[in-house]
């Protein structure tokens, strides 16, 4: 990721230009977390506001282990989502975003590596789609905080597609 990248994220973030609002709308816990997203060339990025409550070390002051698995699920899952809705809309369907089915998706697997602690600062995700089937989908997502070259969290996902 280039430098230029890494600003604009930063800018979009602290000016609060975030997409999605309404992305999975009833799910009341990413609305508990208060995972927002924004849009850089095709990828989307999660970012997770630090908040004192995601705190799961008080005397390190590192975050939860759950939220950060949370944020790699989240952004893995946007980025399939958005990935189906690119290829229906190339198929000449029109499919809107509020309408995609997001019951139509199931985790298979997940490897996370905790590669150092997630500090409590802002944190960001970014997905890669490796494959795209029919049936399944595998996917790589990244999380960092302050650094983009110091990642604190990766994960391997595979989805099961219905």
């Given at each position: 990721?280039?430098?230029?990248?890494?600003?604009?994220?930063?800018?979009?973030?602290?000016?609060?230009?975030?997409?999605?609002?309404?992305?999975?709308?009833?799910?009341?816990?990413?609305?508990?977390?208060?995972?927002?997203?924004?849009?850089?060339?095709?990828?989307?990025?999660?970012?997770?506001?630090?908040?004192p409550?995601?705190?799961?070390?008080?005397?390190?002051?590192?975050?939860?282990?759950?939220?950060?698995?949370?944020?790699?699920?989240?952004?893995a899952?946007?980025?399939?989502?958005?990935?189906?809705?690119?290829?229906?809309?190339?198929?000449?369907?029109?499919?809107?975003?509020?309408?995609?089915?997001?019951?139509?998706?199931?985790?298979?697997?997940?490897?996370?590596?905790?590669?150092?602690?997630?500090?409590?600062?802002?944190?960001?995700?970014?997905?890669?789609?490796?494959?795209?089937?029919?049936?399944?989908?595998?996917?790589?997502?990244?999380?960092?905080?302050?650094?983009?070259?110091?990642?604190?969290?990766?994960?391997?996902i595979?989805?099961?597609?219905?």
């Amino acid at each position: 990721m280039s430098p230029k990248m890494i600003d604009s994220i930063l800018l979009k973030h602290l000016t609060k230009k975030y997409i999605l609002k309404n992305f999975i709308p009833d799910n009341s816990f990413i609305n508990l977390l208060g995972v927002r997203f924004i849009k850089e060339n095709d990828s989307y990025i999660s970012i997770l506001p630090f908040r004192p409550d995601l705190i799961g070390n008080f005397e390190i002051q590192t975050l939860h282990g759950g939220v950060t698995l949370s944020l790699l699920e989240v952004t893995a899952f946007l980025q399939i989502q958005m990935r189906l809705r690119k290829n229906s809309e190339n198929e000449k369907e029109k499919v809107f975003f509020e309408t995609l089915n997001t019951t139509a998706i199931n985790i298979v697997d997940i490897q996370v590596d905790y590669l150092r602690p997630g500090l409590a600062f802002d944190s960001f995700a970014m997905a890669k789609v490796n494959r795209l089937g029919r049936r399944f989908a595998s996917v790589s997502v990244i999380a960092w905080q302050k650094d983009y070259k110091k990642i604190f969290a990766q994960a391997t996902i595979r989805f099961q597609i219905l």
